[in-house]
């Protein structure tokens, strides 16, 4: 006996269904656009942060004060900070093409967000670290 080839049957199966069931397919159809939308919605809303980017500018004048110090705890908590800040940048140069820190080094990147967070105590390092990438990006 002759066998149907694989793509027959399913093709066969999915006419079938839609044809003897199209109540049932109108549901899955109307299920998988609502999830869709639902989707879309949640991203509406602001992306939340995550890391030591949500942390104060108190918190990072802390730390590096203490890690200039050699405090044992404070140097792994600014090693924390300049991966997050290592990340924030990576990402924002692989999005936009170009390297959003001009050539300063990591360190010296750290030195003047704490700047920025010494003028601006009522920040987090997020949006002191993004100060410092737009001061760059804007002297070209």
Known sequence: MRQKSPIKIFQWDIKNTICLAP????????FVMLLTLSFVSVGAENPPL??????SCEDYLSVFADWEQGEEEAIGQYLFYREWLSGLATGLSLATGMDVLKGVEIRAALRRVQVNCDEHRDDDFFNASMRLIRVLSSSN
Not at 23 to 30: G, S
Not at 50 to 55: E, F, I, S
């Open 23 to 30: 109540k049932e397919a109108m549901t899955k159809l109307l």
């Open 50 to 55: 995550l890391g030591y980017g949500v942390k």
